[in-house]
Each structure stands twice: as structure tokens, then as C-alpha cells.
């Protein structure tokens, strides 16, 4: 099995502030995603990844950007912080094998803006 | 664009009750559907997939059938436990495509 690890687990920002989150996994997947978890709404995509400098935005991408360093990271950046965000960050992996691949999951970064 | 739509927002039951958690979605094609169970401070895990009509999905007592006619894949369990409290999405994942597509997820709340 692998592990997906995000750092850091909680991250409070200041209004307007930039913010970085990181993911590393060791599964040796080609495909990387970064979800935001609201509660009440699910999960939303704001950028995937399926190799190395490779960058396809979501629903979600607006105020957001992603840079996929390396096969096995891959980061998001928060560019403006918004007063009062909470939310969850979710980093995922799985294989390039189409709609039938399990998507696995880290444990999340909690943002919390005040 | 797909979409998904679970019903409940928050189910509360007794141990031994039986659960039914709604799940239609909306797709262009033919997609792979998907239950995720995540249970606190966890990430969402796998529970099951089904890919074709009428496969019926199914892992640690909860099952759900692919209804192409309906397009809907209810999420059932005959028996709840403490333990199965958590949160659960349905989500869908079209061919060609690595993208998943949530619902809005369901919180599951068992008492003993």
C-alpha cells in the first residue's frame, strides 16, 4: 500500500495573505487532485495533474494555483486568502486508467482564514 | 456538466435500523458510480463502484444497485452499527476522464 501526506495539517492565514499547502504521495500514481470540502456541498475539484508539469484546472481553479514539482508532489497555493474561509483541502492520487480507478485520499489541511 | 445529488443531508438512527442514503446523478455518457465512506479526521475511502446497469456494488454489509432507467445507485444497509458513522458520497466518474464528481455528502449518525 502507499500514503498520501499533507502538510501542514492546520494552517491559519491572515486576509489577503498567500498560502501553500503540499501533498506527497508514495504510490508511484501518475495522477494528482486537490479537492476543497465544504460542508454541505462535498467535494470540489480545483486542479488535477495526470503526470509531472502537467496542470488541468477544475471547478474550482478561480483564486487557487497548483504546481506539480515532481511525480510524487504537488502543491496548491491559496493566492488571496478570503476573511472568514474554512475549509478542508483534500490531496488525492490514483492511476492514469480511466472512469473504473480508485481515487485515494490524505487526511486533509484545515484552513481556516481570519 | 455531470452532477450528483444526494438527498439527505444528515441521517440519525438507532443501532439495528435499516439506512438509505439517495443517489441520482447526471452524466453524458456512461459513467463509473462510486459510494466513499469518510469517518472522522480520515480522508474519504473507497466503499464500492459498480460500472454497468444493474451491478450491484457492495462491501462490509452496505450494497447499492446501478439503475441506468433511473440513473440512481441508493446506498443500503439492512443493519447499522456505532461504527458506521461517518460521512458517505456518492460520486461518478465518466470514461475517458480521471475526474470525480461528488455529491454532497451525507452524515450518518448511529446511536447505540
Known amino acids: 500500500g502507499g500514503i498520501i501526506t499533507q502538510t501542514p495539517k492546520f494552517l491559519i492565514g491572515q486576509e489577503g495573505q498567500k498560502l501553500t499547502l503540499k501533498c506527497q504521495q508514495n504510490?508511484?500514481?501518475?495522477?494528482m487532485y486537490w479537492y476543497r470540502q465544504d460542508s454541505g456541498k462535498g467535494l470540489r475539484l480545483i486542479y488535477y495533474s495526470i503526470t509531472e508539469n502537467d496542470l488541468q484546472k477544475g471547478d474550482l481553479s478561480e483564486g487557487y494555483d497548483a504546481s506539480r514539482e515532481k511525480k510524487s508532489s504537488f502543491s496548491l497555493t491559496v493566492t488571496s486568502a478570503q476573511k472568514n474561509e474554512m475549509a478542508v483541502f483534500l490531496c488525492?492520487?490514483?492511476?492514469?486508467?480511466?472512469?473504473?480507478?480508485?481515487?485515494?485520499f490524505g487526511k486533509g489541511t484545515r484552513l481556516t482564514v481570519v | 456538466g455531470d452532477s450528483v445529488t444526494q438527498t439527505e443531508g444528515q441521517v440519525a438512527l438507532s443501532e439495528e435500523d435499516f439506512l438509505t442514503i439517495h443517489c441520482n446523478y447526471s452524466a453524458s455518457g456512461y459513467p463509473t458510480l462510486f459510494w466513499y465512506v469518510q469517518y472522522p479526521g480520515e480522508g474519504p475511502q473507497l466503499l464500492f463502484r459498480a460500472s454497468r446497469d444493474k451491478e450491484k456494488g457492495s462491501s462490509r454489509g452496505f450494497e447499492a444497485t446501478y439503475d441506468k432507467g433511473t440513473t440512481s445507485f441508493h446506498l443500503r444497509k439492512a443493519s447499522v452499527q456505532e461504527s458506521d458513522s461517518a460521512v458517505y458520497y456518492c460520486?461518478?466518474?465518466?470514461?475517458?476522464?480521471?475526474?470525480?464528481?461528488f455529491g454532497q455528502g451525507t452524515v450518518l449518525s448511529v446511536i447505540p
Open positions: 488525492a492520487s490514483s492511476l492514469t486508467g480511466g472512469a473504473y480507478t480508485e481515487v485515494f
Open positions: 504510490f508511484n500514481h501518475d495522477t
Open positions: 460520486a461518478l466518474s465518466e470514461w475517458g476522464n480521471n475526474k470525480l464528481t
